[in-house]
């Protein structure tokens, strides 16, 4: 049972440009959350999303990032115009439907993409 | 406001036992989670703790004090392999299931 993959694993932006971030979560899990990791600090949450619906949304900045997890393909986050404060790791991670029991709370992580904007 | 805190670092001897403490004050409590962390890896699940009292699993065991707001992982038996940071994390919302994640401690495990 292949884990949380997300490609791609480095990807370097020049100011401007848009960054596109996928992930695919593990196989029959039905929950996608975005974190977003600087350097020297923890995790912080961007957004949860479940197939073609967006849960919460509070941790995603107002402006040039959107996410979307549509019914076939990987989730993916989207980072338009891209600054270089947008420069850090970026981690999925997915959990099991409802119906798992207690399961269904733990979160399971991908590798995380780390983008550079120069 | 949410606020999740930890030691920034540690270090102990290969063999020895630590106890890494991680303090918590969040609007909600719907649980606590720990994860390991090596250095440009994904983090992985250890441990998740909703009702008061110690969990045990192999070396490592996590502990929960929910009038405290206050939660321990401990490891034992240290291994080399166990330096890597450690990450506290809140579920604060019955409604979502984001984690609040505090700012890791660094542990560094010498022969």
């Known amino acids: ?118 | 406001g949410q606020n999740i805190d930890q030691p920034t670092e540690m270090t102990a001897t290969e063999g020895a036992i630590v106890q890494i403490n991680c303090t918590y004050q969040t609007s909600g409590f719907n649980g606590l989670f720990w994860y390991q962390q090596h250095a440009g890896e994904a983090p992985t699940f250890l441990s998740y703790n909703v009702l008061d009292g110690l969990e045990e699993k192999g070396r490592f065991s996590s502990f929960l004090s929910r009038s405290k707001g206050y939660s321990y992982l401990l490891l034992k038996e240290l291994q080399m392999k166990d330096s890597a940071s450690y990450l506290c994390a809140v579920r604060d919302e019955d409604s979502s299931y984001k984690l609040i994640f505090g700012s890791g401690t660094r542990l560094l495990v010498r022969p």
């Open chain 1, 1 to 118: 049972n292949a884990g949380v993959m997300q490609n791609p694993r480095h990807l370097v932006r020049r100011r401007g440009q848009e960054a596109r971030l996928r992930c695919s979560p593990m196989k029959g899990h039905s929950h996608v959350y975005w974190y977003r990791q600087l350097p020297e600090e923890g995790l912080k949450f961007m957004v949860y999303l479940q197939k073609e619906n967006i849960i919460d949304e509070s941790g995603m900045p107002k402006e040039r990032f959107s996410a979307e997890f549509p019914k076939e393909g990987p989730s993916i986050l989207r980072i338009q115009q891209v600054v270089r404060g947008d420069s850090a790791a970026y981690f999925c991670a997915s959990s099991p439907p409802r119906s798992s029991g207690g399961m269904r709370h733990i979160q399971y992580f991908g590798a995380g993409t780390r983008l550079s904007v120069l």
